[in-house]
């Protein structure tokens, strides 16, 4: 029997290892946006071919019929809590972050076990969805660091920094203790010098100041020292509400933001979520300093709230997008952020269009994150983080516009395959590898046990 199209004869020398064939690509890059019939050669963990489909396919060790796929670069989820994948159908509607909320299982009452089963869960529902790097941020980060880079996912990660006694935080209590503080630090700079580079590269370790609020000044000038000794990026919430706004007002006589400038930390190296509860001048001083914004357009709407991205895009902020600790569909995440930037305007304009919300879920976030140069388009040379979407559907017809499809009626549920890395995660819609159920049994008897012990 002659080779399927593309396939090695014995004794052949392959070109690739990796061939996507005869496949509408959405590069991320202006200068060749769109590709139609199209084709994508990977070699190791790198793109190295990007084209037309023309003449018959190169020798490769797999090839993929592109047929009926939309080919994206990786999505990239700049804020995220995949523990907190917990709270899923209740922290929607309870109006508040689980960490401020009576009632609710807490970080500090989470054991390692049950943290690294509900991370696995939130980091096998991003990598299905079509996500290639998550920026999580929660507790026991030592042990679900790991646990989510063996799905084959990039992850930057990072113990939530705070100096707050989270046990007291619920009861609207705010105590500082600098050995709380200390010791979230240290154990942040331990987690990099195991796990920064760890996993061929794909594990990252950030520095994760909780908010403004549950970090006192001190504290805040300590991460920025020790950012500044380190490189390490730095992740925070930032005016993520009036209790916040109100609280710093009241302890520190500003806003979070103002505060965030006065220690040091506000500038293009801070990924900062939320951004909901500025001023004009703290619009103005975040864009100055150049942050980007984790916008997460679907859970603040949720919480009634809006970010003000088209003021802080003005203002020269990076914006990126995340999803929290809901649903992680980053395809959803764009098509909200469209609408609420659109919101905020009442019209529709020419530079709020479906391609600045898919820079958002691709490139700026990988600029946001120190890979503006290796993930976050599909260019020959760039790391292979190529997410394969379904369009042989009624969703996706008639497709005159394949990108406005993809942001105006695409979900995560149609990516088909993932590439990270040059190897392929997930083939036909199912993670290679894993064991997807037993997931899901685990995070589902580890939730309830959590909510139990919550209620009583």
């Known amino acids: 029997m002659d080779p399927a199209p593309g396939s090695p004869a014995d004794g052949e020398v392959l070109a690739y290892d990796l061939i996507v064939e005869d496949v509408l690509i959405l590069t991320g890059d202006a200068a060749m946006a769109e590709i139609r019939h199209g084709r994508l050669g990977v070699r190791g963990d790198r793109i190295a071919l990007v084209g037309p489909a023309s003449g018959p396919a190169p020798a490769a060790a797999r090839t993929l019929d592109g047929r009926g796929l939309l080919a994206i670069p990786g999505l990239v989820n700049v804020h995220t809590h995949s523990v907190l994948s917990l709270m899923r159908g209740v922290a929607e509607d309870m109006g508040f972050a689980p960490a401020y909320t009576r009632g609710v299982p807490q970080g500090h009452l989470i054991n390692p076990d049950e943290a690294v089963a509900l991370a696995r869960l939130g980091a096998l529902e991003s990598l299905k969805f079509g996500t290639t790097l998550i920026n999580d941020m929660y507790v026991h980060v030592e042990h679900t660091l790991p646990a989510m880079a063996e799905l084959g996912l990039r992850v930057f990660a990072s113990d939530r920094l705070h100096d707050v006694d989270f046990t007291r935080v619920q009861q609207c209590d705010w105590r500082y203790d600098p050995a709380i503080g200390r010791r979230s630090l240290d154990a942040a700079l331990a987690l990099a010098e195991r796990f920064d580079g760890a996993f061929d590269g794909r594990a990252r370790v950030t520095l994760a100041a909780h908010a403004p609020d549950t970090c006192s000044r001190d504290f805040l000038r300590e991460i920025r020292r020790a950012r500044d ?49 500025m001023n004009d001048s703290d619009i103005a001083r975040a864009g100055a300093a150049g942050i980007t914004v984790a916008h997460v357009p679907k859970g603040n709407a949720g919480g009634g709230m809006m970010a003000p991205t088209r003021a802080l895009r003005e203002a020269g902020a990076n914006l990126a997008l995340a999803t929290d600790n809901l649903l992680g569909d980053m395809i959803e995440a764009m098509r909200w952020a469209l609408c609420i930037g659109r919101l905020q305007t009442g019209t529709v304009t020419p530079d709020w269009q479906p391609e600045d919300v898919f820079a958002m879920a691709t490139g700026n976030g990988a600029s946001a994150l120190g890979l503006a140069d290796e993930i976050g388009a599909l260019t020959v040379g760039r790391k292979a983080d190529i997410v394969l979407v379904d369009i042989d559907r009624p969703s996706f017809v008639p497709l005159l516009d394949p990108l406005g499809n993809l942001v105006h009626c695409g979900q995560g549920s149609h990516v088909r395959h993932v590439v990270i890395d040059g190897v392929l995660r997930v083939c036909e819609g199912r993670a290679v590898g894993i064991d997807e159920e037993d997931i899901c049994r685990q995070a589902q008897r580890t939730a309830e046990n959590l909510w139990q012990r919550a209620a009583a």
């Open 229 to 277: 000794a380190t490189g390490l990026t730095v992740s925070t919430h930032l005016a993520q509400s009036p209790l916040e706004a109100e609280f710093i007002a009241h302890r520190d006589g500003m806003t979070p933001t103002e505060l965030l400038d006065d220690v040091g930390l506000l500038d293009a190296r801070l990924i900062a979520a939320h951004c909901i509860v």
